[in-house]
């Protein structure tokens, strides 16, 4: 996992650091986006097109005057197929105990009750698997991001006991407010702020991995990229980035769309179709390192945009695994070994 860049010592090091990595990884997955944009067209009825990496633009191949194109979409019905056998029971999540011991085999049966059901409607699970299944059978790679924002649902004003920590349980606060009215204060409160789970299915055009590894399972590092309303972002990282219109243009397969119905001239004077005017919108990237890491001993999650640097902390994670988990479908042979 070691990359030919300086040791980042400054924040504006980190930045150049971090966004040479995504660069990198973004020219390593050019040749595979022409095969994604190309079978999503396909899927979408588009049977024609073809990937020009010299335009980046999706583009119709003129069909020779002797020949008349059939449009029979056969790869629609298979992906849909395919799909529904997937999705025809749900993934049933196990919990083992570490030991005989008691306490932790209560501990496994709560964690397959939480999982199992708290976790599948808290998260409309369904949804998400449904998203990154449909990413797998028509790119052939699909994600789920598990992330953690600690501010998700604002703060709120907790007492603190006399021993100066937070009290939660009923018969602790009455203890305290018994303490503060004897020693004659107001009870003293802190404010806690309030943080949530949140699961996204990502498609593979968002996120990238070590480069050295095959397998995302077994990567040290990676990111993944995300539209946020600017506001957000100041909310949960407290930075208020600039916005540039450039970060929300169209895709590809939405410009093609566009083209198709004969809408390039709308776009081209008022833009609303691919770039809206009522809501600053930001591109974010995310970069997760492990810990052990030479540059990070402790890991990193660093947050930035392509023009500027937000966040940079330890690895928020306890587990010590990367936040993504991939969803692999028909099994193709790397072409990345070096040997080769």
Known sequence: MALRVEVPETQDQLHDWARQVVN????RRRGHELMWWEQLCVYAGDLWVEYNPHSGRLMEV??????????????NPTVRTEYAKLLKNRPLAECVARSDDKND???AKMGDKILNHYVEKQFDMLSVRREALIWALTCGLGAIFVDYDPNAMGEIEVMVGPDGSPVFDPEAIKQAQQFYKDQKHAPKTITIPQG?????????????????KKNPRKAKWC???????ALEVEQRWGVEVEVHDSDVQANLLERRILERADLTSYTATKGSLTNPTSQD????HRMFVLPGHK????????VFTDHEFIDASKFPFGHNRLPISCMGHIPFPSLTTRSL
């Not at 990111?223 to 309303?229: A, G, M, R």
């Not at 919108?281 to 974010?284: D, E, F, P």
């Open 295 to 302: 540059y990070f001993p402790q890991g990193a999650e660093i």
């Open 62 to 75: 003129p069909a020779p005057d002797h020949k008349v194109r059939l449009p029979i979409n056969l790869v």
């Open 196 to 212: 949530d789970l949140r699961v996204e299915a990502v498609g593979p055009m968002n996120w990238g991995w070590d480069f050295s």
């Open 24 to 27: 990198d990884a973004r020219d």
């Open 105 to 107: 085999l209560d501990a």
């Open 223 to 229: 990111y993944i990229t995300e539209v946020y309303d």
């Open 281 to 284: 919108l930001v591109k974010i």
